[in-house]
């Protein structure tokens, strides 16, 4: 197969980028969106030219790394997917496909296809810790949790933290993200010692981090490779105004950064 | 208080007030088009009931009042809100598709500014008098204000009949979003019962937009006479 690719090229995260048009040669329809780019790549190295810079890392769904915005739509045209799991047999022979970076303030271009999404590690590190017992391990089956709630907190730990829901928000709101890690913990008796100061910590990263505000159109959901429902944000909103209406205590505490010494 | 308005200015605070305040602007807006369709019970009907509005000044101002301080809180706080969210994407997309977006979500900010000048434009109109002076108030038989007249009056001119169809719809367009929308925000949400929630906004913009419609071109074809 043959594909006429519109890829944005920017050296640095000050530079101004641009879009560059590539040709894709001698594709096989079983190689997948990553081994595509691999093999534009192989051939920018040997004509001496530097190759596309794109984050990867598991190659099979489950890390969140792989980060492109294919046609318009994150993660491409097909649902419940990484783009290192989508395949070119998904496009038509000669297509021409348009390849960007996540765009979001949040979000800062590092280079090419490549962005910085600490901004999620940090909404991470505002949410903090769960108070366990130290001491000899817990004995398994002790804390007994519903088969229901079990699949709840399932369904919302199976964020892999891409970013995707953040790209494709008309107000680049990192909502589903944020609902899921809320709601994950919130739904299980260990997350529930810190459950109000969590929801509201998180929140408030969130804001600091200058992601836009959710406007319920539901984009986030349609593009999740894990297809995360958009009812976790109900339950977050839920979560925040029973925090607040419980427990109005401090709103905006910023956590201690826990690598403070690695930078 | 320094503590509660910390939470208001959280992006999830303030999404929070904007539902509230404008579910009760909708809950106005339903209630003023039920109001309305007194106008098919004839002169009388409408009249009394303008009056009887109208006679009541401390319920009448209150309303007022109250509902020019919800507004205000609506409009500043979702101003506010759409200002973040256009800075939280300072480059856009080339190539830009949605899967599920409606166009009425995407257009809130759009459809709330037209709304807020058809809001400012009727008030102008019907309630002040300020923009048709042609027709003069006048007192019906029984001595109540002729709103019937003025608003026969006012339909019968096609340029108005254009301006608040226009209006029906940008209306429709923010209501049919934002009625569902403000449940999510408020977190109500529900397994089984999330296709009735997600149904609402769509089914009671429809019922407002063809309420007030059913007005303006009953006026306008002649079905409604003075
Ligand atoms: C009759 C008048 C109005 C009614 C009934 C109304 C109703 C609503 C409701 C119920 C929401 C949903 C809140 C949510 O998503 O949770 C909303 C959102 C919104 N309204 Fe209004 N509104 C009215 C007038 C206006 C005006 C005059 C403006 C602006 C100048 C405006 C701007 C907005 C914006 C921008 C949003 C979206 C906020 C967001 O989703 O982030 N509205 N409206
Ligand atoms: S590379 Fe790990 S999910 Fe795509």
């Known amino acids: ?123 991470m590190q505002a949410g903090g810790y769960i108070s366990v017992h130290t001491g000899g391990a817990v004995d398994g089956n002790v804390l007994l949790i519903g088969k229901d709630r079990a699949e709840i907190a399932m369904d919302a730990a199976s964020c892999i933290g891409c970013g995707a829901c953040v790209a494709a928000c008309k107000n680049a709101s990192a909502m589903l993200f944020v609902a899921a890690k809320v709601s994950h913990l919130a739904s299980l008796p260990q997350g529930e010692p810190e459950r109000s100061r969590r929801a509201k910590a998180m929140v408030a990263a969130m804001d600091r981090e200058g992601f836009g505000t959710c406007g319920n159109q539901y984009e986030c959901e349609a593009v999740c490779p894990k297809s995360i429902s958009v009812r976790f944000i109900a339950m977050l909103n839920r979560e925040f105004l029973k925090a607040t209406v419980a427990e109005p205590g401090p709103q905006a505490e910023r956590p201690s950064d826990p690598h403070a010494e690695s930078h | 208080m320094i503590r509660f308005f910390g939470h208001i200015l959280t992006s999830v605070g303030s999404k929070v007030l904007v539902a509230l305040s404008g579910l009760a602007l909708a809950g106005f807006v339903v209630f003023h088009m039920l109001g309305n369709l007194q106008l098919f019970e004839g002169p009388e009907a409408l009249n009394t009931y303008a009056a009887f509005l109208r006679d009541m000044p ?92 003025k608003v026969v009056h006012a339909f019968q001119n096609p340029l108005f ?9 940008v209306l429709g367009l923010h209501l049919s979003h934002a009625l569902s929308s403000s449940l999510q925000t408020l977190g109500v949400e529900h397994p089984l019962l999330d296709r009735l929630f997600r149904g609402a906004g769509p089914l009671v913009a429809v019922l407002v937009v063809v309420g007030n419609a059913a007005i303006i071109l009953a006026v306008a074809f002649g079905l409604v006479r003075a």
Not at chain 1, 87 to 110: C, K, L, N
Not at chain 2, 161 to 169: E, F, H, R, S, W
Request: aromatic share 8%; hydrophobic share 45%.
């Open chain 1, 1 to 123: 197969m043959k594909f006429i690719l519109n890829i944005w090229r920017q050296k640095g995260p000050a530079e101004k980028g641009r879009f560059v048009t590539y040709e894709a040669q001698d594709v096989s329809p079983d190689m997948s969106f990553l081994e595509m780019l691999d093999v534009v790549n192989q051939q920018l190295t040997l004509k001496g030219e530097e190759p596309v810079a794109f984050e990867y890392d598991c190659r099979e769904g489950i890390c969140g790394s792989c980060s492109l915005v294919i046609n318009g739509m994150p993660h491409g045209p097909e649902r419940g997917i990484t783009a290192c799991q989508l395949y070119m047999r998904r496009f038509s022979d000669g297509a021409t496909i348009t390849i960007e970076p996540w765009r979001a303030r949040a979000f800062p271009i590092i280079k090419d296809l490549v962005v910085d999404r600490g901004a999620l590690d940090r909404v």
């Open chain 2, 58 to 149: 401390i319920l009448l101002w209150t309303a007022r009042v109250g509902l020019l301080g919800i507004a205000g809180l609506h409009i500043g706080l979702a101003v506010r809100l759409a200002v973040l969210n256009r800075r939280a994407r300072p480059v856009g997309y080339a190539v830009r598709e949605y899967r599920r977006a409606s166009l009425s979500s995407r257009t809130m900010a759009v459809t709330g500014s037209l709304l807020l000048l058809f809001i400012l434009f009727h008030l102008l109109h019907l309630t002040a008098g300020w923009v048709d002076t042609s027709f003069p108030d006048r007192l019906d038989l029984r001595g109540h204000r002729d709103v019937f007249g």
């Open chain 2, 161 to 169: 009949v254009a301006v608040y169809l226009a209006g029906q719809a």
